[in-house]
């Protein structure tokens, strides 16, 4: 949930209908299409010839697409969300830029939809329940938005409103956005991207069910209850549905606020959460994959780190996690043999992977796990790790005789690691990544 504070939140009502959606999605595609007929026009002035992918990934496009989606919210929103995260990298500066205010730009509901969706799911006497309520939301996302209540028994309360009609779309918006890609030229006509779209819409399902999310975050209270360095909020059942997720009311302030903090906070913060991570994949079979960076907040007085938004979390098999320890360990020790091993185990590539492409794979293991392999305090504020990664990246996913989408609980992981690098390196963290992993690795298998 990305938080924004009340006086810089926009208000727009949320197209609920698949009608009033598919209008959004055809006045964005109309706008678009207007800006490359303009754009092409105008290269061919010039004596260009213009390519379809160059036009439609232009800032003028972006900002359309960005502006639609905003209003829109739901997996439209989600989805774009992820693209600025995922590909951002790979997208012109112009349009990397623009689609990341998707991670901070939702339009929140106005009062009036507000209370429609409060009423239908705690009937008309609701507001005979709080003592307070704050209809201006304390933070506005793609699937709902948060508003802050007091019960009559005295309860200070976070509530979570899911947008209406957001589950519903689902299914059409994932499409469409997909559609888009197709359409950029980003994505090979030869890539079956079926399988990614499915699991993409079953997990936005998931995100959009708020008992679900309710279980994850009682189940996370459970999880680190001996660990005081880090606070969950509590769930509060009796005002929990499916679109209403309410949980107790925990202040902080945004983890990138504390850039200008002593350099020895950032390196502890970021050592808690490269451990959390270790131990949701090793120890809890358990992780919360999203890497936005306003699911985590700090606590500058008690020095805690809040963990926030448990709608994506997802569980993982011990053998994934065991497979990942045997990666881990064969990296660290420089074993491209049993590195192979554990890559294939995973799904990373088959026995019809061509060799030069299994060696560049192998070669990306190596440099993603640069952290796990250097002896002391790594430091993600100078690292080059990331550049030459999206080299290596680029030039292995420009060969289309590799085009091949991994198992997708790794791109799950995939995201959560690359959301904890991009604060480490925000935050110009120094972490013994190495000493912190062989706690795990060490440990026996997960029955």
């Given at each position: ?7 810089t ?10 009608l ?37 990934l ?7 697409i960005t ?10 929103m ?6 600025s ?31 429609a ?34 019960t009559?028994d ?7 409103i ?7 779309s ?7 956005v997909?559609?888009?890609l197709?359409?950029s ?5 030869s ?15 998931e995100?959009?069910d ?12 459970e ?7 880090f ?12 679109n209403?997720?309410?949980?107790s ?7 990138e ?6 350099q ?8 808690l ?12 079979g ?6 936005n ?24 098999a ?7 320890k045997?990666l ?12 192979a ?5 995973i ?5 019809n992977?061509?060799a030069?492409?299994q ?7 190596e ?9 002391g305090?790594?430091d ?10 999206r ?9 289309r005789?590799?085009w ?12 959560k ?12 963290a120094?972490?013994n ?15």
């Amino acid at each position: 949930m990305a938080p924004k504070t009340p006086t810089t939140l926009g208000s727009s009502a949320v197209p609920s209908s698949r009608l009033g959606r598919l209008v959004r999605l055809g006045g964005m595609a109309t706008g678009v299409a207007g800006n490359m007929l303009m754009a092409g026009a105008q290269q061919l002035a010039q004596g260009k010839r213009p390519k379809l992918s160059d036009l439609l990934l232009t800032p003028a496009n972006a900002l359309k697409i960005t502006q639609q989606l905003a209003q829109m919210r739901g997996a439209a929103m989600k989805v774009g969300q992820l693209i600025s995260m995922d590909a951002g990298d790979l997208l012109p500066p112009e349009m990397a830029a623009i689609l990341a205010r998707l991670r901070s730009d939702a339009h929140a509901m106005p009062q009036r939809q507000v209370q429609a969706v409060l009423t239908a799911n705690w009937g008309a006497k609701w507001q005979q329940r709080f003592a307070s309520f704050s209809f201006t939301p304390v933070a506005a996302a793609s699937i709902g938005q948060v508003h802050r209540a007091t019960t009559q028994d005295g309860r200070d309360l976070a509530i979570k409103i899911q947008y209406p009609g957001v589950r519903k779309s689902i299914s059409s918006d994932v499409d469409n956005v997909a559609s888009l890609l197709r359409l950029s030229g980003l994505l090979p006509k030869s890539l079956d991207i079926a399988p990614l779209l499915l699991e993409a819409k079953r997990q936005l399902r998931e995100e959009a069910d708020y008992l679900a999310e309710g279980a994850h975050l009682r189940r996370f209270n459970e999880l680190l209850a001996g660990t005081p360095e880090f606070v969950v909020p509590l769930l509060h059942a009796d005002f929990t549905t499916r679109n209403v997720l309410a949980m107790s009311y925990v202040s902080g302030v945004s983890v990138e606020s504390i850039e200008t903090a002593p350099q020895a906070e950032c390196d502890r913060m970021l050592s808690l959460l490269v451990d959390l991570l270790f131990r949701e994949l090793f120890e809890f079979g358990l992780m919360q994959t999203d890497p936005n960076f306003a699911n985590y907040r700090y606590d500058p007085e008690s020095q805690q780190l809040i963990l926030l938004d448990f709608g994506a979390t997802r569980s993982f098999a011990p053998a994934f996690g065991q497979a990942y320890k045997q990666l881990m360990s064969a990296t660290m020790a420089g074993d491209r043999d049993a590195m192979a091993q554990a890559g294939a185990s995973i799904g990373y590539f088959d026995g019809n992977t061509l060799a030069k492409h299994q060696t560049a794979v192998l070669d990306m293991f190596e440099m993603a796990l640069e952290p796990l392999r250097f002896d002391g305090a790594f430091d993600f504020g100078t690292t080059d790790m990331a550049p030459r990664l999206r080299e290596a990246g680029m030039a292995l996913g420009l060969d289309r005789d590799f085009w091949h989408i991994p198992p997708i609980d790794t791109l799950f992981l995939h995201r959560k690691l690359g959301g904890l690098f991009l604060l480490a390196a925000r935050l110009k963290a120094r972490v013994n990544v190495r000493q912190l992993v062989l706690p795990y690795l060490q440990a026996p298998p997960l029955q």
